[in-house]
Every structure is written in C-alpha cells, then in structure tokens.
C-alpha cells in the first residue's frame, strides 16, 4: 500500500526538503502551509519531479478548524496519513519585555497547539496504519536554552515535551510512533530573516550575523534542509527507537 504522508510547512525550506525526500521514496505527499500558490505548486512539482499522488493544501494551522480540515481533506482525496510531519512554524525574535502576548499565542499556537491537534485528528489513520509515524519538528531551542526568543525555545521544548508524552503514550501500541528532530540554525528563510532584522537594528551585517548563528550550531556551520529532510526519512523508514533526535552533533542519536 502506497505510503500517505502530510508535511505541515512543505511549500519552501525544511518541509519542502522533507516533502521531495518522502516523495522521491514513493509516498504520496499532502503539503500544507498558508500560500495557496505555493501548496499548489509545491504538489504539482511533487507530482512531476517523482510520479506520486500529491495535494496541495491551504490552511492556517494556528486555527484549531484548519487543523481538523487540512486532515479530512489529505485523507478524503489521497488517504489518511500515516506520516504525519508537524514542521510548520515560525521564529519570532525579542527581548523578554519586548515579546506580548500576541508573540506568545503564535509560536503556541502554530507549534504546540497544532501539533495535539493534528495528531488527535490523525491518530485514528495513524493506528488503523500499523505502522503510524508522527514527526514534530522541534529545534535545539527546545533542548537549551537562546537569548531573545523566550516564546519560541518555550514553544519548541513543548514541542519535545509533547513528543515525549505520545512516546510514552504509545509505548505498548509498536504500531505508533512519535519522533522529534531538533537542529541548530538551518540555512532557510526563517534563519536569513532574523539576521537581516537584526542587522537592521545593530552593527553587523546580515552576512556576519548568519556567520555567528553558523558558530552557535555545535556543528560549526548552518545545516542544510536536506540534511534534516534525510533525518526524518531515515525515521520514518526505519522506526529506530527513541524520541528525540539532536540534529546539532557530529554523530547524531536518538535519546526517549
Ligand atoms: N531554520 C532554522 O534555523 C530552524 C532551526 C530549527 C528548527 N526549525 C524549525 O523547522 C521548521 C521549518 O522551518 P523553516 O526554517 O523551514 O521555515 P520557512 O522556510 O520559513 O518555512 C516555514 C513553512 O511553514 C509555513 N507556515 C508558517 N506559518 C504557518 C501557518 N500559520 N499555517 C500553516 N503553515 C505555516 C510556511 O508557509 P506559509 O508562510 O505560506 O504559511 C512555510 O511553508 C519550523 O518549525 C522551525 O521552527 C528551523
């Protein structure tokens, strides 16, 4: 049977990585961000490049009926997931007493409220699978802790947390499996507009800034979308055991 795969913030950067490594091995893919333009071209170049069944879907995934529609409409036109990657998000950047409420509400929203509730709507497809994986994209921000994005290392330790709870949840049900991969800076979108923010408001430059993120990833150097795209592939394939993957170390593990 073929395999169905939905991967949440597939139309560019690490989603769009992981949607073309999913598809190039066979999967039928659901790609799922806020575009409209880009989901359907992101599906159609899916369909193209690999010969897959692939659907494009519009949804704004820090709403709780967007959630819910995006996995009626992946099961009702391709089948219900049995992947299930949660990689949609954003990276707002602030001082503590900078960061409102609103800040707050996105990053939880968008990370951890939408990764339960995707996963509650995709858990009966999940099961009924025998071999249900779920995939959350967390970070080393939710492993140690960053200067100025309070909301969103709290957001992505929720994010490892939940992996961890499912993990434990599932532990006598082999058919489920929970995953989190956490890598340092990754050379995307999200990481060149933080350096090019904050290098409006300071003294370096843009490309300084991204040579500084570089240094911080224990790797020395940004990872690249592939990288991490070869990752979860490798966990959805294989199904080794344990949660948490830290993508930002010379010899990646898994630890629970
Ligand atoms: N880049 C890094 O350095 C890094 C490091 C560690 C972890 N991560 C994590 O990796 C994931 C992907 O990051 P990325 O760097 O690939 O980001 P990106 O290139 O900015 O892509 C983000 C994706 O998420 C979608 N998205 C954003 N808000 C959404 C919403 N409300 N509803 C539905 N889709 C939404 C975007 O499409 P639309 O804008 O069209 O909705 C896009 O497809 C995130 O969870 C991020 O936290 C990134």
Same mark, same amino acid.
């Given at each position: ?6 991967? #949440?913030?597939?139309s ?10 999913? %598809?190039?091995r066979? /999967? &039928? $893919?659901?790609?799922v961000?806020?575009?409209?333009? %880009? !989901? ?11 010969? $897959? ?26 089948? +219900?997931?049995?992947?299930? !990657? =949660?990689?949609?998000? #954003? &990276?707002p950047? *602030?001082r ?6 609103a ?17 509650? %709507? ?5 099961? *009924?699978?025998? &071999? ?14 960053? +200067?100025? #994005? *309070? @909301?969103?290392? &709290?957001?992505? =330790? ?6 961890? @709870?499912?993990?434990?949840?599932? /532990? ?7 995953? !989190? ?18 290098? *409006? ?5 843009a ?10 990833n224990?790797?020395?150097?940004? =990872?690249?979308?592939?990288?991490? @795209?070869? %990752?979860?592939?490798?966990? $959805?394939?294989?199904? +080794?055991?344990?949660? $948490?993957?830290?993508?930002?170390s010379?010899?990646?593990t898994?630890? +629970?």
């Open positions: 049977m073929q395999l169905v795969a939905l991967v #949440t913030g597939g560019r950067g690490i989603g769009r990585a992981i949607a073309e490594a999913l %598809a190039g066979g /999967a &039928a $893919v659901a790609v961000a806020r575009g409209e333009e %880009a !989901v359907k071209r992101a599906a159609a170049e899916l369909a193209d490049r690999f010969g $897959v069944r692939s659907l494009g879907i519009r949804a704004d995934l820090a709403l709780a009926a967007d959630c819910a529609a995006a996995v009626a409409r992946c099961s009702a036109e391709l089948g +219900p997931p049995s992947v299930l !990657v =949660h990689n949609a998000g #954003t &990276a950047s *602030a503590l007493e900078d960061s409102d409420d800040m707050l509400d996105e990053v939880l929203d968008l990370h951890v409220r939408a990764a339960f509730r995707l996963v509650r %709507a995709a858990l009966p497809g999940l099961r *009924a699978a025998k &071999a249900g994986t779920v995939v959350l994209l967390g970070s080393t921000a939710g492993l140690r802790g960053y +200067p100025f #994005t *309070a @909301a969103y290392t &709290a957001a992505k =330790h929720g994010m490892v947390g939940f992996a961890r @709870a499912l993990a434990a949840e599932w /532990a006598r049900e082999p058919a489920l499996r929970a995953f !989190v991969v956490c890598p340092g800076f990754v050379d995307t979108d999200i990481t060149r507009d933080a350096a090019r923010a904050v290098a *409006a408001r300071g003294r370096k430059s490309e300084e800034l991204l040579s500084a993120f570089a240094a911080q224990r790797i020395g150097r940004l =990872h690249r979308p592939d990288e991490v @795209a070869d %990752a979860v592939v490798r966990l $959805v394939f294989d199904r +080794p055991p344990g949660t $948490v993957l830290d993508l930002d010379p010899h990646p898994l630890s +629970p």
